[in-house]
């Protein structure tokens, strides 16, 4: 594990086995309905949004318990924030011009994502911050949080749509 993370091997490693089980038991959810998610654009970007959270904490949890080279795995984690941000910026911009974006939820969604990059930065940077560790648990967990808020959403909602 990457000295910059010092004691906090074990929250990467349940967040990373977290994330690895929930994204599983989201492609059961999405298998179950699959003709009913792809017909709503509310309910696969509910899934979508779901899957990019949960990846982006198994992808980061497992970049922290890397290693040797704390700049390195900043960078990589920086990447994958980057990579997932731009991925899902066109899908809420479609979103919110359709009328369908929960902005509640997309808050949460990319202000962890901009956390886990501003976090991965400053490791990358190799700037002496003692709190970076922090910083990047608290987006992981906010993450975490809405990627299972949507997925159990997804399993709930019954009407297509519903913009709960």
Do not use: K
Not at 33 to 49: D, K, L, N, Y
Not at 137 to 158: K, Y
Request: overall charge negative; hydrophobic content about 55%; charged content about 10%.
């Amino acid at each position: 594990m990457s000295q910059a993370h010092g004691d906090w091997g074990n929250f990467f490693l349940a967040a990373a086995g977290a994330a690895a089980a929930l994204t599983g038991l989201l492609f059961v959810a999405v298998s179950l309905r699959p003709s009913q998610i792809r017909e709503s654009p509310f309910m696969a970007g509910r899934a979508r949004a779901a899957f990019y959270a949960l990846v982006t904490v198994l992808l980061v949890g497992l970049l922290a318990l890397a290693g040797q080279h704390p700049s390195l795995v900043g960078a990589a984690e920086f990447g994958v924030a980057v990579a997932m941000e731009s991925l899902s910026v066109p899908f809420s911009l479609a979103a919110m011009q359709d009328g369908r974006l929960n902005y509640a939820r997309a808050a949460v969604y990319h202000a962890g994502v901009v956390i886990v990059a501003v976090a991965g930065f400053l490791q990358a940077a190799a700037v002496s911050w003692s709190d970076t560790t922090t910083l990047l648990a608290c987006g992981l967990l906010m993450l975490l949080g809405i990627g299972v808020s949507n997925a159990w959403q997804l399993v709930l909602s019954h009407d297509p749509d519903q913009s709960g």
